[in-house]
């Protein structure tokens, strides 16, 4: 099942960079379930898991904004609105999951996955900004025992 997950986050990260791109551009006519959706229906078969990608990927879009304020604090050198699309899309998915996943996921999976889709779709420092950014959450999560 992890290397259908895997795949799924894939899907997940692109689906919401495209929405996430088709909005930050005014297009009022973006709409995460069809992006899913569309998405979704190239890899159905090979998606062992499509109700964590849909949970996912649909949880990111609810919580972006309370997400986007648990990373801010934590790499205020980089303003959300600088990074690249990619990385802040991986930080999301991987906050949402150790927030909302818990039970599921392990932690160091969550935090491994962002950093191995921070290798496939970012640039050359993203992997370890992410890790960082990530490790830095998980922390300061367990100590308010999150």
């Given at each position: 099942m992890a290397s259908n997950r895997h795949l799924g986050r894939i899907i997940a990260l692109q689906a919401l960079y495209e929405y996430d791109f088709r909005a930050g551009l005014g297009d009022d006519s973006a709409d995460i379930d069809d992006i899913l959706g569309r998405s979704l229906?190239?890899?159905?078969?090979?998606?062992?898991?499509?109700?964590f990608v849909e949970n996912l990927t649909r949880g990111v879009v609810k919580e972006a904004k309370q997400l986007d304020a648990a990373i801010a604090p934590v790499a205020p050198e980089w303003p959300l609105n600088q990074l690249p699309l990619s990385d802040h899309e991986i930080l999301r998915m991987a906050l949402y999951e150790l927030k909302y996943f818990g039970e599921q996921i392990p932690p160091k999976v969550a935090i491994n996955e962002a950093v191995e889709l921070g290798k496939?779709?970012?640039?050359?420092?993203?992997?370890?900004?992410?890790n960082g950014v990530l490790g830095t959450i998980w922390r300061q999560m367990n100590a308010r025992g999150e």
């Open positions: 229906s190239h890899y159905g078969k090979k998606i062992g898991d499509r109700e496939l779709f970012g640039s050359e420092n993203s992997s370890k900004f992410i």
